[in-house]
């Protein structure tokens, strides 16, 4: 059947590039991008390859064809992580990021038209599908390169693709995703560059990098977050689980926070030694090691992986309310070294009841990717950013409904802090925050240490507005007081903030979010009486429980407190405080201070003041 790209209602400047180019596939299924991803359904091996003026042919990636999916890799190592910069706005809407125009100095008006031009000479591929979830986002479009198909089969893995069928019976596109890898090459220095540019009722994106992170998933999600700016809601970047005690005691999680953060962990099971200890804690100056033993888990329902749609439509009960924005995962295995480290995920990439899209990942055609064996980045130098795409249909235990959050947590990855060498490595196991200062440190998101997501990660740099800033493209502030009104509106939500890498002098990975998770679906709620928590030195910090029993086993004390280990003391731990301080303040200075409601204006103005805890409690009261 010949299918008509009239249907799918293209706007004026797509609608000319179809009428002229001679060679378009119009897309129904994502089985017809699997097959295209190698050239056709019988090649193991294809490399995606461009003519760029004034250059050789270019190597953008090379694909290869397995018995559980593709893997797609590329030459550069900049190519395999995201670029923080990458997204520059083309328009000349409202917009607190930086434009095409003052980067590049000229208008994006020009690129774009030359973008068209050249889509138009190419063979292309085009499909339709729906942004976040049907009936909340909106109809859009992606137009490729032909042989780009792996790129398109990510996309169509990670957003859903309208069969052909479904459009005939009416579509209008809102957002149209445009890729033209040359630009890279010829006009943008290289760089992973996408570019915005909005009208109304139209928003389109400019993808000139096949590395999908920006390029597909982050564009799929500013679109999402735009709606929202326009309609009054937020799109979330979190992960989200419902977690089972062996009691039976259902408590679900929502964890945020910067690239690196442990969204992605929060929905794995806590990782064991041989004899099935936890090992919670390496002391980096006296190697001593801390274990804890517990015989059985929580169970695991996940929900989201990175983006939650947070509708008005959905909340009830004084929570927040949240579903999936997306149909399969963007997981990143860098934590993941070895054979045998996580099972579950193991399990499922390698055997999987349908193909897999890899990245970063050693391949060899009809061999079987494993999610640890990962390309190097230099001599004995593993890439920090291997990830695979899982769709969610095959995840054990997957919640297709939309779920109210009980607790909400906010990850940050922390250095090592000792006396001699001090940092903002203060963080406890975890902290309860109320909800005035849990939205400040989604407003400060800051990205941390050792970041393996994105390129230049020295010091402490923010991610900003609920860790999702770098793919919003209006104005701060807005999203800010849309945050803010989610904080107030859901009382019943309780919030806690938790490290990952460090604690003090103590290596610690990702186990202290497995084990407060652990602890606190126990307890039902992040609420503590007055007489089992402490305020923390640095008020930044909440609260923290004065001591945690976890089936009968108390952790270390020194975990919770981090001022008392005395490899740190109390004038590292100040330091560390300030350096904190410091950071936020500059961050929070960035937004607009008159076009903040008058809640916000207090909150910021605490913190600039230094303010105590039970200051930001009596800002906005929480239900007990």
Known sequence: MKKDWQYYHPPQ?????????????????????????????LNKTFDVTYDVPGLSKILDASVVRMRNGIAANYPSPYMRRRDPNAMLIGDDEPTDHETFQNVYGYPFTELRQRTFEWLAKNPLIMYGYVTGKKG?????????????????????????????????????????IYVAPTFRYSDLKGKQVVIHYRKPEQHEVFSYSLYPGPSAKKAAYSILLHQGEQEGWITAHCSTVRVVTPYDNAVTFMHEGASGAGKSEMLEYPHREDDGRMLYGENIITGEKRLHEQPRTCTLHPVTDDMGLCHPSLQHNGKLAITDAEDAWFVRTNHIQHYGTDLNLERLTAEPIEPLLFLNINAAPDGIAMIWDHVLD???????????????????????????????????????????????????????????????????????????????????????????????????????????????????????????????????????????????????????????????????????????????????????????????????????????????????????????????????????????????????????
């Open 13 to 41: 400047e797509l609608a000319a590039i179809l009428q002229t180019n001679p060679d378009v596939q119009i897309i129904s299924t994502s089985q017809e991008l699997y097959d295209l991803a190698c050239g056709n359904a």
């Open 136 to 176: 909340i986002g909106r109809d859009g479009l992606v137009v490729a390169p032909a042989n780009a198909g792996f790129f398109g089969f990510g996309l169509a893995l990670l957003q859903g693709i309208t069969p052909y069928e479904e459009v005939v019976e009416g579509f209008k596109p809102f957002s149209v």
């Open 378 to 624: 230099g001599p004995d130098k593993r890439c920090p950013n291997p990830r695979v795409v899982i769709p969610r249909q095959i995840i054990p235990n997957i919640v297709n409904q939309p779920v109210d959050v009980d607790i909400r947590s906010f990850g940050i990855r922390t250095p090592p802090c000792t006396a001699d060498n001090p940092s903002y490595g203060i963080v406890g196991l975890f902290h309860i925050l109320p909800p005035a200062l849990a939205w400040l440190w989604r407003l400060a998101a800051p990205r941390g240490f050792d970041n393996p997501s994105i390129i230049d990660t020295k010091g402490l740099s923010s991610e900003g507005v609920g860790s999702f800033w770098a793919f919003a493209t209006g104005k701060r502030t807005t999203q800010a007081n849309l945050l803010l009104e989610q904080f107030v509106t859901c009382p019943q939500t309780c919030y806690v903030l938790t490290p990952n890498q460090h604690i003090g002098a103590w290596k610690v990975g990702f186990m202290p979010q497995w084990l407060m998770r652990e602890y606190l679906a126990r307890r039902g709620n992040a609420r503590f009486a007055p007489e089992t928590v402490r305020a923390s030195r640095c008020a930044l910090l909440g609260e923290y429980p004065h001591q945690i029993q976890i089936e009968g086993r108390l952790l270390s004390r020194w975990f919770l407190a981090v001022d008392t280990q005395p490899e740190v003391g109390e004038e590292a731990y100040d330091f560390g405080a300030n350096v904190l301080y410091d950071f936020f303040h500059k961050t929070l200075m960035e937004y607009e201070w008159e076009a903040l409601t008058g809640l916000g204006k207090d909150i910021l103005q605490c913190c600039f003041d230094r303010g105590s805890v039970e200051d930001y409690k009596a800002l906005i009261p929480m239900n007990r």
